[in-house]
């Protein structure tokens, strides 16, 4: 079964960015919409971002506070989240997942929605 698997986390200091990507470990059958969520330790999963199968229609989190962006790659299902002025609370090992259809008409915050899922990548941020 195909996953979603999220890469280039990593260690930061306060203040600083990180870019995510995702990618798909194998072929999709069709184009994708994308959500991000992130789980710190002794919390519950939780939601970051998702853009839509095209990539033009996007939502945030409540956390993201303008800081992060999420955009879709050139490649197919592909997509990555942009984190600027990072802060400790940002920390936590963070998801990209992926469902197939209309994510606007189903509960896009919620981690259930979404059927593909794969490795995180850790952000740690130091103050």
């Known amino acids: 079964q195909v996953q979603m698997d999220a890469s280039g986390g990593g260690s930061v200091q306060a203040g600083g960015s990180l870019r995510l990507s995702c990618a798909p470990s194998?072929?999709?059958?069709?184009?994708?919409?994308m959500g991000w969520f992130r789980q710190a330790p002794g919390k519950a999963r939780e939601f970051v971002a998702a853009?839509?199968?095209?990539?033009?229609?996007?939502k945030d989190g409540d956390s993201v506070n303008g800081r992060f962006s999420i955009a879709k790659g050139s490649a197919r299902n592909t997509g990555y989240l942009q984190m600027n002025n990072l802060i400790p609370e940002d920390t936590a090992v963070y998801y990209c997942a992926a469902y197939v259809g209309k994510i606007w008409s189903r509960d896009f915050r919620d981690e259930s929605t979404y059927t593909r899922w794969g490795q995180g990548t850790q952000v740690t941020v130091s103050s």
């Open positions: 853009f839509s199968a095209s990539g033009i229609e996007k």
């Open positions: 194998g072929r999709t059958p069709s184009s994708v919409a």
